[in-house]
């Protein structure tokens, strides 16, 4: 909140270049421009912390709440510089602008180099923060010596300019920087447009007012600014292929901006890399090495009974549909994909085609586009006793720890399951680590049995396929390390849990499986015991209104 009984100090009326209404005028547009800027920089912050770290909840908390902290201490601090408000106002904006326009590049940096973004997001978010909430007091202290008014009409503009800026700001970061410049340009357009407005209102409207000595160092310091910014600016491509080396290696063959993530692949055929990865947004998904024994482990136990017809809810890589297409008597298999760009991708790279056994080749599998929860949500719309079509149904996604799959591992994503079963159907779900995750691990089995589900949990061992390679590598390489401590085997494990409506489906392989690489009975009957050493009881399930999953 702003005091509204501030009053500008007693100073000599300025000697202007326009007339007061237009100066007026120019101080709000300035407002308004700042207050985008701003805006657009604590999304920035938000949007590449969730990216880096994950777990876009706490993200948004930590950035915002320390950014408003930080802007009350800015206005205090600003208190001091209200006797040379103009010149204080530049030097805020040109610094503001640099650390707002670099802050994508260093957080980005700070992952892909040391491993560890979460102290340099405090950083920014503290010191965004300070030089945003020095912004108002500086510009009321101008806006009164321009054109003398009441305090309170002073301020009701000046919040009027400033939230009208935040709008565009906000709206313009989603769908105009993000889209047609990507998270690092953006950010160094959004400093550009800070710094010039910040000091092209100094040096004009108030120029006449400053000594030479100021005048001289805004001028320089904005000049610096702006070549950072630039030199920045034309330097992105460069920085964004050494900062993909430094996280993926040199072996990266492919790297796309997909509508819904970015997608890299690594190694595999004709790469320099090793065997094939594919990253999705930053975190390992698929790894040649040993992706079997995940795939293996999630389809099969669950094809034990009829299941000529099978739903894939995520898994457009084509690896479980690799291995559910391996059953002659399926008749169809459903996939139920987000991203159309991860299964182009399936479908033409050679290496990864080759990987999935060319799945999307076979005319038994058919591809729909769209959100998991949206798609049950709109082929189950009917009674909750009808029963669907499919006698298998396979949720292949990501972690539940990831805020945003939060929705896919609810309550009523799983009531939505039950009802496109089959009579006597069974639903396999990738649960994450019950070694290294527990909570969440056994989260997901009560959610499932609150939904009407019985269940029986077991386990694989693997590497660290959701999170160990994921870009804030630090904190997962530790989290790998505990999962080895508590004998997960390997670095990590996958925990799955196989249910069905009703009572707890048997977890054994199929008479008819095919030969498998990496699962036999005693290999299950072990993963069943590993899974129930971890057992947590008496967890509450989790919902679209309570999600109970830590990132």
Same mark, same amino acid.
């Given at each position: 909140?702003?005091?509204?009984?501030?009053?500008?100090?007693?100073?000599?009326?300025?000697?202007?270049?326009?007339?007061?209404?237009?100066?007026?005028?120019?101080?709000?547009?300035?407002?308004?421009?700042?207050?985008?800027?701003?805006?657009?920089?604590?999304?920035?912050?938000?949007?590449?912390?969730?990216?880096?770290?994950?777990?876009?909840?706490?993200?948004?908390?930590?950035?915002?709440?320390?950014?408003?902290?930080?802007?009350?201490?800015?206005?205090?601090?600003?208190?001091?510089?209200?006797?040379?408000?103009?010149?204080?106002?530049?030097?805020?904006?040109?610094?503001?602008?640099?650390?707002?326009?670099?802050?994508?590049?260093?957080?980005?940096?700070?992952?892909?180099?040391?491993?560890?973004?979460?102290?340099?997001?405090?950083?920014?978010?503290?010191?965004?923060?300070?030089?945003?909430?020095?912004?108002?007091?500086?510009?009321?202290?101008?806006?009164?010596?321009?054109?003398?008014?009441?305090?309170?009409?002073?301020?009701?503009?000046?919040?009027?300019?400033?939230?009208?800026?935040?709008?565009?700001?906000?709206?313009?970061?989603?769908?105009?920087?993000?889209?047609?410049?990507?998270?690092?340009?953006?950010?160094?357009?959004?400093?550009?447009?800070?710094?010039?407005?910040?000091?092209?209102?100094?040096?004009?409207?108030?120029?006449?007012?400053?000594?030479?000595?100021?005048?001289?160092?805004?001028?320089?310091?904005?000049?610096?600014?702006?070549?950072?910014?630039?030199?920045?600016?034309?330097?992105?491509?460069?920085?964004?292929?050494?900062?993909?080396?430094?996280?993926?290696?040199?072996?990266?063959?492919?790297?796309?901006?997909?509508?819904?993530?970015?997608?890299?692949?690594?190694?595999?055929?004709?790469?320099?890399?090793?065997?094939?990865?594919?990253?999705?947004?930053?975190?390992?998904?698929?790894?040649?090495?040993?992706?079997?024994?995940?795939?293996?482990?999630?389809?099969?136990?669950?094809?034990?009974?009829?299941?000529?017809?099978?739903?894939?809810?995520?898994?457009?890589?084509?690896?479980?549909?690799?291995?559910?297409?391996?059953?002659?008597?399926?008749?169809?298999?459903?996939?139920?994909?987000?991203?159309?760009?991860?299964?182009?991708?399936?479908?033409?790279?050679?290496?990864?085609?080759?990987?999935?056994?060319?799945?999307?080749?076979?005319?038994?599998?058919?591809?729909?586009?769209?959100?998991?929860?949206?798609?049950?949500?709109?082929?189950?719309?009917?009674?909750?006793?009808?029963?669907?079509?499919?006698?298998?149904?396979?949720?292949?996604?990501?972690?539940?720890?990831?805020?945003?799959?939060?929705?896919?591992?609810?309550?009523?994503?799983?009531?939505? #399951?039950?009802?496109?079963? $089959? *009579?006597?159907? =069974? %639903?396999?779900?990738?649960?994450?680590?019950?070694? !290294?995750? /527990? +909570?969440?691990?056994?989260?997901?089995?009560?959610?499932?049995?609150?939904?009407?589900?019985?269940?029986?949990?077991?386990?694989?061992?693997?590497?660290?396929?959701?999170?160990?390679?994921?870009?804030?590598?630090?904190?997962?390489?530790?989290?790998?390390?505990?999962?080895?401590?508590?004998?997960?085997?390997?670095?990590?494990?996958?925990?799955?849990?196989?249910?069905?409506?009703?009572?707890?489906?048997?977890?054994?392989?199929?008479?008819?499986?095919?030969?498998?690489?990496?699962?036999?009975?005693?290999?299950?009957? #072990?993963?069943?015991?590993? $899974? *129930?050493?971890? =057992? %947590?009881?008496?967890?509450?399930?989790?919902?679209? !209104?309570? /999600? +109970?999953?830590?990132?």
């Amino acid at each position: 909140m702003i005091d509204q009984s501030v009053v500008a100090p007693a100073e000599s009326a300025p000697r202007l270049p326009v007339r007061p209404s237009a100066g007026r005028f120019l101080i709000l547009a300035v407002v308004f421009v700042c207050a985008a800027c701003g805006l657009v920089y604590e999304l920035e912050l938000v949007a590449l912390a969730t990216y880096l770290i994950g777990d876009s909840v706490t993200q948004a908390s930590v950035v915002l709440s320390l950014m408003v902290f930080a802007m009350g201490l800015g206005s205090l601090l600003a208190k001091r510089l209200r006797c040379r408000a103009a010149v204080g106002f530049g030097l805020v904006e040109a610094a503001l602008a640099l650390l707002g326009g670099c802050s994508a590049m260093v957080l980005y940096a700070t992952f892909a180099w040391m491993g560890e973004s979460r102290y340099a997001l405090i950083g920014f978010s503290l010191s965004i923060g300070i030089l945003i909430g020095a912004e108002i007091p500086l510009l009321m202290t101008l806006i009164q010596r321009v054109s003398r008014q009441d305090a309170g009409g002073t301020v009701a503009d000046l919040f009027a300019a400033d939230y009208v800026g935040a709008l565009v700001g906000g709206l313009a970061f989603p769908f105009l920087l993000l889209p047609w410049f990507g998270q690092l340009t953006g950010a160094l357009l959004t400093g550009g447009v800070n710094v010039v407005a910040g000091g092209a209102l100094v040096l004009w409207v108030f120029g006449r007012d400053l000594t030479g000595r100021e005048r001289g160092l805004l001028l320089l310091v904005n000049v610096l600014v702006l070549t950072v910014l630039g030199v920045a600016a034309v330097m992105v491509d460069d920085f964004e292929r050494a900062a993909r080396r430094a996280v993926y290696g040199d072996g990266v063959r492919v790297a796309v901006q997909t509508d819904v993530q970015e997608v890299v692949l690594t190694g595999g055929r004709g790469g320099r890399g090793g065997p094939l990865k594919l990253y999705l947004d930053g975190r390992l998904r698929v790894s040649e090495r040993d992706e079997f024994r995940y795939h293996e482990a999630l389809v099969h136990p669950a094809m034990s009974g009829r299941h000529e017809r099978v739903l894939l809810l995520g898994g457009g890589d084509g690896l479980a549909a690799r291995e559910v297409l391996r059953y002659p008597d399926v008749r169809s298999v459903t996939l139920v994909e987000l991203d159309p760009g991860v299964a182009r991708l399936a479908r033409t790279d050679p290496a990864l085609a080759e990987l999935n056994g060319h799945a999307y080749d076979d005319p038994r599998l058919r591809v729909e586009y769209g959100d998991a929860f949206a798609w049950l949500r709109g082929r189950g719309s009917g009674s909750a006793t009808e029963r669907g079509p499919y006698d298998v149904v396979i949720s292949d996604l990501p972690n539940p720890g990831i805020t945003p799959s939060a929705k896919l591992y609810s309550e009523e994503f799983y009531g939505l #399951a039950s009802r496109v079963l $089959a *009579e006597g159907g =069974r %639903l396999a779900v990738h649960a994450g680590p019950p070694a !290294v995750r /527990p +909570r969440t691990y056994w989260t997901v089995d009560a959610t499932l049995r609150a939904a009407g589900f019985g269940t029986s949990p077991y386990s694989a061992t693997g590497r660290a396929a959701g999170f160990g390679a994921g870009p804030d590598r630090a904190h997962d390489e530790k989290n790998a390390d505990e999962g080895e401590a508590a004998g997960a085997g390997t670095r990590a494990d996958w925990g799955f849990v196989l249910a069905a409506v009703g009572r707890p489906p048997g977890v054994r392989l199929p008479p008819d499986a095919p030969r498998l690489r990496s699962l036999a009975a005693p290999v299950l009957e #072990a993963g069943v015991l590993g $899974a *129930e050493r971890t =057992r %947590l009881r008496d967890l509450p399930p989790s919902t679209l !209104v309570h /999600p +109970r999953y830590a990132g």
